[in-house]
T-cell receptor
Framework: EPEVTQTPSHQVTQMGQEVILRCVPI?????FYWYRQILGQKVEFLVS????????KSEIFDDQFSVERPDGSNFTLKIRSTKLEDSAMYFC????????????FGAGTRLSVL | KQEVTQIPAALSVPEGENLVLNCSFT??????LQWFRQDPGKGLTSLLL?????REQTSGRLNASLDKSSGRSTLYIAASQPGDSATYLC????????????FGPGTRLSVLP
């Protein structure tokens, strides 16, 4: 069974610091996503990425956030200056193509901003 | 804007019972609907995917149905076991560019031995 890998599993940072969350999507997948889940709340869409550019983003994904696929295998989410309210579980997902329908999710990175 | 709701928010049943979890969505122009399982503090495990053209999907003791026109899906779990205890999430994808998921809040299931 193919899987999406996320590292680290838990990241602790001080408010104002930059963090980079890393994801290795399933090889040969073309669409990549980041979602987040604040403790006790719904899973929320952040951003989708295709063909080396953002295809859609939510209102949560403001200028503090950026995504990158630096080397053809990793897919990263950067938060430039973390806030307390960024504390959440962040999930990466990938999709083979629009006709291949199952979106595979990683195990998540728990981000704790102190 | 698509809204997804799930009822009940929490459910506690004795082992062996059959149960139904409900999911509703406001905009029926969906591409597909997926049911996930989430254990506390863990990631999302895909259970069943139903295309918009399908009425149901089955996997083992799980059966998911979809009534797109009424904006509803149900997840039926037969002969529940304590290992089924988890939060069950439904999510829908739209015919929009990027095709991200909109998630429901989940139903927290406890199956008592």
């Amino acid at each position: 069974e193919p899987e999406v890998t996320q590292t680290p599993s838990h990241q602790v940072t001080q408010m104002g610091q930059e963090v980079i969350l890393r994801c290795v999507p399933i090889s040969n997948h073309l669409y990549f996503y980041w979602y987040r889940q604040i403790l006790g709340q719904k899973v929320e869409f952040l951003v989708s990425f295709y063909n080396n550019e953002i295809s859609e983003k939510s209102e949560i994904f403001d200028d503090q956030f950026s995504v990158e696929r630096p080397d053809g295998s990793n897919f990263t989410l950067k938060i430039r200056s973390t806030k307390l309210e960024d504390s959440a579980m962040y999930f990466c997902a990938s999709l083979a193509g629009l006709t291949k329908n199952i979106q595979y999710f990683g195990a998540g990175t728990r981000l704790s901003v102190l | 804007k698509q809204e997804v709701t799930q009822i009940p928010a929490a459910l506690s049943v004795p082992e062996g019972e059959n149960l139904v979890l409900n999911c509703s969505f406001t905009d029926s122009a969906i591409y597909n609907l997926q049911w996930f399982r989430q254990d506390p503090g863990k990631g999302l495990t895909s259970l069943l995917l139903i295309q918009s053209s399908q009425r149901e999907q089955t996997s083992g003791r799980l059966n998911a149905s979809l009534d797109k026109s009424s904006g509803r899906s149900t997840l039926y779990i037969a002969a529940s076991q304590p290992g089924d205890s988890a939060t069950y999430l439904c999510a829908v994808r739209h015919y929009n560019y990027g095709q991200n998921f909109v998630f429901g809040p989940g139903t927290r299931l406890s199956v008592l031995p």
